[in-house]
């Protein structure tokens, strides 16, 4: 078994939403802002070779929405889903599996293009099939009014209509019957309901693809919630269980939306859980 980063692109948001109530003047100093106050941010993804399954974790942003639509994001860098699956040896065609920890639109959004002649949508990943659960599927295709800009009916409705779409039953991945590989799945619903996120033993370590329960290094710290979280005081319980199981066990966290950060572990202090060393994917699992 193999695992792969994906860099499907880097964009920006506003560095007080994705802070919350912690000041400017404290998350500045782990996440600089620009003029405009946006802060760089990843859209990093998690390829897994299995045997004859290839599971891509999370896809992106996609292509399809408009040009006004990604200026409210600040697209920068060059990285694509495409080049980097080339990077690793992959087509998109060769995915088997799209396991989607949820569905706002920087997650999934690659899940779904235009057809040839642009008169409509389908799957972006045309062997594959997607996974999410039932209740975070009712979450999104019925949204409330907060999340309602982040759940885009085009990103969701075609992956139903294609029949590629699949549910996963609390804490089973049945894309991995009959296989060795261990990979666990921890619900959490501070961000958004029943965001899923993925543990992967790895070379003797536990790798935890945090998604949006911890965005960045500067969000380890314990009050450092997202603005856009739905319930921050449901999120403060779940990190604070998060955090000491990860430093007690070493896990390394594997981050979607840090740009300048891969992976990381933690450490306990007498603040709490809080970064123990840093690392790029290469540097701590490096490939002959």
């Known amino acids: 078994m193999t695992i792969y980063p994906i860099e499907t692109g880097n964009f920006k948001l506003d560095g007080g939403a994705m ?10 100093r782990t996440n600089p802002a620009d003029d405009n106050n946006m802060i760089d941010l990843a859209a990093r993804c998690l390829l897994v070779e299995d045997g004859d399954k ?21 697209l920068w860098g060059d990285h694509s889903l495409d080049r980097s699956l080339e990077k690793a040896g992959f087509h998109r065609d060769d995915i088997t599996d799209v396991f989607l920890t ?58 139903e209509e294609s029949g590629q779409l699949h549910f996963i039953d609390r804490g089973e991945a049945p894309f991995l019957e009959n296989s060795e590989l261990g990979f666990g799945i921890h619900f959490v619903d501070g961000h958004t309901d029943k965001q899923m996120l993925p543990h992967i033993s790895y070379k003797g370590k536990t790798v935890v693809f945090v998604a949006d329960l911890i965005p ?7 009050p450092y919630v997202m603005g856009y979280d739905t319930r921050p ?15 007690e066990n070493d896990w390394i966290l594997f981050f979607e939306h840090d740009a300048h950060n891969q992976l990381c572990t933690l450490q306990q202090t007498e603040k709490g859980a809080r970064l123990n060393e840093s690392f790029s994917f290469d540097e701590l699992f490096k490939t002959p």
């Open 19 to 28: 802070f919350g109530v912690v000041p400017k003047s404290i998350w500045n």
């Open 54 to 74: 290839l599971i891509l974790i999370d896809n992106g942003l996609g292509n399809k929405q408009s040009e006004k639509f990604f200026s409210y994001y600040y």
């Open 102 to 159: 949820h569905l706002h639109f920087d997650h999934c959004g690659g899940s779904i293009q235009w057809n040839k002649d642009r008169t409509g949508y389908e799957p972006a990943f045309k062997n594959a099939r997607f996974w999410t659960n039932k209740d975070h599927w009712e979450w999104a295709t019925k949204p409330n009014a907060r999340e309602k800009a982040s759940f885009l009916k085009e990103n969701l409705l075609p992956m």
């Open 216 to 222: 960045t290094v500067g969000h380890i710290p314990l």
């Open 233 to 247: 005081l449901l999120t403060l319980q779940e990190k604070a269980k998060f955090l000491d199981n990860a430093a």
